[in-house]
């Protein structure tokens, strides 16, 4: 027996019409690429996304069509997302930071058959269009006086183009489970591979990060996405803010400090979401020039793991709250969030910092386990770590294409490529990546354990840990150090400081010094890379 | 295009199970009917809710089951609620204050084939059971020592009849539309009308509900759920409070102000959920004792319009938030909550008692209109009212059985019987019944607002205003009046307060005094009684 509850299919673009009507006057304000502030608000982005739509459809784009965009988080960015949904079709983010040849392979095998950009990114385009055979149409994110006089390519600016419609447009309607988003993981192995969204799992998403214990989102709230739309689903931000009446204060292009402070002061922001690197930039800021954060509440810091020096500062000198998030851009992308349950509730200073070095707990939604290679689980004992899983409505099923089939179960379950362990409470903390933890005689050694121990040494400056090929143990650590100038500690010094501070046999077997350690586009260590430069090495007792 | 996401229906047994998981300790207290106060935790309700489900299965209940409850909010309440859900049964409420035969009626339209039922309840079911032909077992939410001796009725105690099974079960798997909850509402005029939830309209309904501008509930509150869970789908807290592990405090069969005011005080509350009547007699209490409240941040009142007065008693004395909601039964119930936008955020005294007294405004998944006689939709303009309708994936799109077809039109829009303004920023207030609007020269009249002024005249305890045929105008308003005690004021002095206060032409024609106005059994007004007892009466002038 079915309920007698209305069908109302969980669309992108009602988040939309909703902000329209509840919050219309709400702004949303962006340092343009042309670089004044632009402030416009949830009414103005509602009728122009319909503008989108209909200049879309009259470009002969509809259901099932990937658009991609190629933009710094803006106005006219989220208008383009939910043009592109509204007629249904498919916003497909694409990466600047890639080289073009990447963006171009990601392109043709999303098929991408209309592209929307940012000024800043035309060379890219240039660099592109005739590579990517799919390509229609491309709509520039500016007006007609901003247009570059003479560019090879064929496009058109975005005023200009929805300009010419009146917006009076009804949102296309379609099941619920419709494709409506896209996003490639870069993958630091192998080629890119395609997220696809749905309309429900978008709207699932962002109710579930509104929620007080995730992202505390509120009509109240002033959000600065500086997570780009680009990395990620942007956080879900962009559907979460609208759907819930948050004023959104978008970076624009300048990440610096003096430019992210700026627009923190100018518009009074409450939270902001951003990975470390952009913070490490605002930190060094506020120090030199003295400046505080008085309208901030909190920050949501993922992407990769929060140090704890970093939540130290932002707590104790600017008292703001440091939230220590993760997700996967599989994940749409929001998994788990620090915020501190009741039995956590009394904690302070080095107790509080231990936990939120965490990354927290799953909301609703969103199920977690780790199991062991067997696929075993294994207990939430806040030390045992396996592989972490996951599974919920937001969660990727497969990828486009069907890349990547063996990170999917058939009970659902997605296999993070993580390596974790949970607490009694339900407190992830991400000890690895499968493909870097170490093997020894069965048991699984933590490289990022051993990397952030490394560095705490004063001589240090960077730290990688990768396996070394053993006869007796399958693999042993090796230490690989780049040393600070000046400094050239031992290899025993180093040993000597990590002794005692992990399980004895976790000890790396040798320390190698290096001059460089290489990394991803995205800053993290390139670990692939360093193997093949040890593939060769071997232990004394090796 | 469909989206690569997940299949993860929306089952309100997932809510449980992650309750279990990630909130397993938090406490569920409820005072309860044999005396104590009884603690317990969601694993344990987990646990045992599958147990029941076991039970239920053994006893050859299932898909599509009507199980009826009869109780009041308790842990075991919840978990016979769980227990029938997961066995794709359907819990249906059943309102112990009304008669037996109405509740008899009700579970014959229901065809309820299983009964829980709290140990006060036992004279009802004495009275009842052999007028339910469909009803095949009773399940006493008690244990074996709490029994009755010499009942003519076959029952088992709860405790015993879980206690036979393992809880070795996996909840039945479904479609997220399939029915899991039933309600049917009063009604003033007809038989009563069942309303039938799903899991999915439950699961999206306690999503929508606990995010910060509707009820803002996470992991460290401490709900005290007053309104009973027989009431309106408990306002969805059975399913919001387990979604983010607030600890939840049963008050049980005590409502009294000194009962609500022990756990309010021990179990430190932070929020509760009740109808005006409940804190009336909390209020007096307080006044009485001069005890304060210093762990309770907010109040959720709704059912019935906030009295102003009690808005500024929490607020001013106890430094408790009113947040003003309104529902239905129909809609699962959260229809618009009294949260301050920010274009409010700076009022207070009476600006901010003014816009308190609306009912709120909507979250997202509640679209609102209001439309006049012809169905055309009338402007947010905060005082233009008309025909309250909503939509949404927990609005209701019949009844069971197929009554009162005329309230739903094929946009699927449920017109809700109020009448209601909107502002132009989204706040709702509720000013009439559709029935008792007063039509006069096409124009609509509000009998409550002119209630509400009338009895702000000193000497009057009680008021009414109903619509008397009128030669000229169609309808005009009389005003029926119960004095205050060694009180006779003159009709002229009634309306001599009133004028001015409102617009000329919706002056009473005329003012009644009566010995008595008829209530219903919720303490609504009975107008239909009162249009009787006046069916004959003319105005001079008609």
Redesign the interface.
Known sequence: ????????P?LCH??LD?AA???G??EIVSRSVEGPIVRTTYSDIHARAKKASQALEADGFG??DRIATLGWNSARHMEAWYGAMGVGG?YHTLNPRLFPEQIAWIMNHAEDKALFVDLSFLPIVEAIADKVPSLRKIIVLTDADHMPENSKVEMVDYESWIGRQDGDYAWKQF?E????GMCYTSGTTGDPKG???????NV?HA??S????AL?????EVIMPVVPMFHANAWGIAHSAP???A?IVNPGPLMDGASIYELLDTEKVTMTAAVPTVWLMLLSYLEETGKKLPHLNRVVIGGSACPRAMTEAFQNDYDVQVIHAWGMTEM?PLGSLG?????Y?DLEGDALLDMQEKQG??P??V?MLVTDDENSELPWDGKTFGKLKV??????????GGAGEEQFDEE?W?DTGDVAHINAN?YMQITDRSKDVIKSGGEWISTIDLENLAVGHPDIQEAAVIGIVHPKWDERPLLICITKEGKSPAAEDILEFMQGKVAKWWMPNAVAFVEEIPHTATGKIQKTELRKQFADYRFDDG
């Open positions: 027996m079915l309920g007698l509850m209305q069908e109302w969980l009602k988040i909703y009507a509840q919050h006057d709400r259901l099932g498919v099941d489970n419709t494709a409506c997220v696809l969204y749905s309309h429900r799992s699932l109710l579930i509104v929620q007080p214990d505390n989102l509120g009509s109240n759907m819930v009446g004023k749409s915020v501190m349950k009741p039995v509730g707990y799953a609703f939604g199920e599974r919920g409505p937001g969660v990727a099923r497969a990828y486009f659902g997605f339900g």
